[in-house]
T-cell receptor
Framework: AQSVTQPDIHITVSEGASLELRCNYS??????LFWYVQSPGQGLQLLLK??????LVQGIKGFEAEFKRSQSSFNLRKPSVHWSDAAEYFC???????????FGQGTTLQVKP | GAVVSQHPSWVICKSGTSVKIECRSL??????MFWYRQFPKQSLMLMAT?????????EQGVEKDKFLINHASLTLSTLTVTSAHPEDSSFYIC???????????????FGEGSRLTVL
């Protein structure tokens, strides 16, 4: 069965510092991977996605993620965090044929001034 | 871009009443829509999958008689929480898959969510 694990429930970084949010997945075939961001009381916004090809994908708001098959990981990175990046981040995997998205537990990002 | 609108964004109701939440795809045809439930500080839990013109498929443990889902058109799906009770209070989020582009990749577009509070 598919599953997604985000090992870090809560992360605090200083504004301007770099950021890496971890995501590990379990899936038998080539996964479709996503990172979403959710502000309090809001829906989800897609940051980036990986379907195939280049394993380093660029997203919106300066985010990028790298797919590493050998490690079953899809970690999200940003070189310099802004205060507005404080939110909940979800990694998700899809099987494609059913369209179902399975979400990780989420990581809460707090940004210190 | 693909936009999904959810209404109402928040609703308060008395215990025992029913509440309907609408999910609309505004600029694309959503052959499949998904309903998620999110408890505070937790992840999204998939409740059901609805395909236009057919019965919804519910995830294990989700009461289909309590959470009625209708997907009567390619742009509208509704979730009705019947005989609501305080434990049904939650944040409900719908998502939709574009029938043209999302079929093979699973990319979904999300509504803004609806917060239900049952008194």
């Amino acid at each position: 069965a598919q599953s997604v694990t985000q090992p870090d429930i809560h992360i605090t970084v200083s504004e301007g510092a770099s950021l890496e949010l971890r995501c590990n997945y379990s899936y038998g075939a080539t996964p479709y991977l996503f990172w979403y961001v959710q502000s309090p009381g809001q829906g989800l916004q897609l940051l980036l996605k990986y379907f195939s090809g280049d394993t380093l994908v660029q997203g919106i708001k300066g985010f990028e993620a790298e797919f590493k098959r050998s490690q079953s990981s899809f970690n999200l990175r940003k070189p310099s965090v802004h205060w507005s990046d404080a939110a909940e981040y979800f990694c998700a995997v899809s099987s494609g044929n059913t369209g179902k998205l399975i979400f990780g537990q989420g990581t809460t990002l707090q940004v210190k001034p | 871009g693909a936009v999904v609108s959810q209404h109402p964004s928040w609703v308060i109701c008395k215990s025992g009443t029913s509440v309907k939440i609408e999910c609309r795809s505004l600029d694309f045809q959503a052959t499949t829509m998904f309903w998620y439930r999110q408890f505070p500080k937790q992840s999204l839990m998939l409740m059901a999958t609805s395909n236009e013109g057919s019965k919804a498929t519910y995830e294990q443990g989700v009461e289909k008689d309590k959470f009625l889902i209708n997907h009567a058109s390619l742009t509208l799906s509704t979730l009705t929480v019947t005989s609501a009770h305080p434990e049904d209070s939650s944040f409900y989020i719908c998502s939709a898959r574009d029938g043209k582009t999302g079929g093979y990749t699973g990319e979904l577009f999300f509504g803004e969510g609806s917060r239900l509070t049952v008194l």
